[in-house]
């Protein structure tokens, strides 16, 4: 037998993947991580500020690097701004809705090289697609070839639908606005039933919450379980660990594209709170 297929036999593949992605976690540990997160009038809350409570508890142990990217620097509410939800009649106004509103750092002219970008969702994207403002959609077309990494959270993923870097990719999003969503983008798998998918660089969560979850599975992917595991005892959060877990797909009843999908979630996940009827 050959030395080298004495090693090879002594390296299997798996082994050979785990040392791969040993090394990469270990380099990761180590480089300053550039961290860019898009907002706009009427981004939802928690699909920011779930992934980045992890982010910003990392960011004790690994060194991490944030830009509050937008239109323009300064504030960005979340409140909605007044926009009929149809597209025609009226525009409702949203100035009865809470306003937390967080600070961008920078523009789309003036942000920083990043290496993951994280894109969330909220109403305001059916305003921005309303006014045919596409200035999102071009800084993630501009900015993607050096992307590590491109993250949406919920209808953030109609983002990057639009910016055309889903096309031949599988990703998901909010079932609860589904149908709204996956009718931008070309030749793209939207999974049904998934808490988050991963395709390469790209990873897109479902709903809101679903955004921890994949923030999770990512950071642990890119920085190992070790601390990622301490920040989740030290957050008190139990992420779902299983990309197909999904119980929100039965109840919002998106199951177009195979119906064995919602079938198969109903026999194994009760949804917690089913849908009143
Ligand atoms: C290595 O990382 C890939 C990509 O996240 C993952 O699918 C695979 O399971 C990992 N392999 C091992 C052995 O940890
Ligand atoms: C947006 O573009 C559509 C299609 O070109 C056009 O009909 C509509 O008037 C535009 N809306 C605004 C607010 O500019
Ligand atoms: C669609 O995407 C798949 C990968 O999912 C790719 O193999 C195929 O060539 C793409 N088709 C077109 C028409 O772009
Ligand atoms: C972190 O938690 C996950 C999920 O419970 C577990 O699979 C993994 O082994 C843990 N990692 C460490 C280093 O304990």
């Known amino acids: 037998m050959s030395r ?15 040392a791969i992605n040993i090394t990469e976690q270990a380099i990761n540990q180590k480089r300053t991580l550039s961290l860019g997160v898009i907002v706009f009038p009427g981004w939802e ?7 980045m409570e992890i982010f910003f508890s990392l960011s004790y142990p690994y060194k991490i690097r944030l830009s509050v990217i937008s239109k323009t620097a300064g504030p960005v509410s979340s409140t909605v701004p007044p926009f009929s939800i149809t597209g025609v009649g009226p525009p409702i106004d949203y100035g009865y809705l809470l306003n937390p509103t967080i600070m961008a750092s920078h523009s789309f002219e003036d942000a920083p090289p990043l290496d993951v970008l994280l894109v969330p969702g909220g109403f305001g994207n059916v305003v921005l697609e309303q006014r045919n403002d596409t200035s999102i959609e071009g800084f993630i077309r501009r900015r993607f070839d050096q992307l590590d990494y491109l993250l949406s959270v919920c209808t953030g993923a109609m983002s ?14 909010n079932k609860g606005a589904w149908g709204s969503v996956v009718r931008h983008g070309e030749n793209i798998t939207w999974v049904p039933t998934a808490r988050w998918v991963e395709d390469g ?10 955004g921890m979850d994949m923030a999770y599975a990512f950071l642990s992917h890119f920085y190992g379980t070790d601390r990622v595991n301490n920040t989740m005892n030290g957050i008190e959060y139990a992420p779902h660990t299983d990309p197909n877990w999904d119980p929100f797909s039965v109840v919002h009843k998106v199951c177009f594209s195979s119906p064995f999908d919602c079938m198969k979630t ?12």
Do not use: C, M
């Not at 790209?202 to 919450?209: D, E, I, M, P, T």
């Open 4 to 18: 080298l297929s004495l090693l090879a036999g002594l390296l299997s593949l798996t082994h050979i993947i785990h």
């Open 266 to 277: 109903e026999k194994e996940i009760t949804p917690r709170f089913p849908a009143q009827t």
């Open 45 to 51: 809350p928690l699909d920011v500020f779930g992934p």
């Open 160 to 173: 990057l639908a639009k910016a055309g870097v889903l096309n031949g990719r599988r990703a998901t999003t």
């Open 201 to 210: 660089k790209v990873w897109s969560s479902s709903g809101v919450a679903a």
